[in-house]
Nanobody, 124 residues
Framework: QSQLVESGGGLVQPGGSLRLSCVASGFTLDYYGIGWFRQAPGKEREGVSYISRWGGNTDYDDSVKGRFTISRDNAKNTVYLQMNSLKPEDTGVYYC?????????????????WGQGTQVTVSS
């Protein structure tokens, strides 16, 4: 069964850091672009970051530029999201998703596989 599993979420104080991981099982991530999305209570799901299949291109939402870094290790079938200088507004459930093809990285409809999500809470 093909699936994605996120980990690394938790409770952190403002200004702190977390590193999220997204591991694929049942398929290889090599040929997939990977997006990270988040959803806060009462809000729509939004795109946070994206990395192309070979890692040559990355994209970020303006709200996280300069604070978050996406990377991938295809040998480990894993994608990471390093989150620094966290703010309370970063709170939400973070999902990773994989797509074979697409044109708009933050369009969640273009993604083929989704993880179950990991909770990130930024609070003092």
């Amino acid at each position: 069964q093909s699936q994605l599993v996120e980990s690394g979420g938790g409770l952190v104080q403002p200004g702190g850091s977390l590193r999220l991981s997204c591991v694929a099982s049942g398929f290889t991530l090599d040929y997939y672009g990977i997006g990270w999305f988040r959803q806060a209570p009462g809000k729509e799901r939004e795109g946070v970051s994206y990395i192309s299949r070979w890692g040559g291109n990355t994209d970020y939402d303006d709200s996280v530029k300069g604070r978050f870094t996406i990377s991938r290790d295809n040998a480990k079938n894993t994608v990471y999201l390093q989150m620094n200088s966290l703010k309370p507004e970063d709170t939400g459930v973070y999902y990773c998703a994989a797509r074979l093809y697409g044109t708009i990285w933050y369009n969640f409809l273009e993604y083929d596989y989704w993880g179950q999500g990991t909770q990130v809470t930024v609070s003092s």
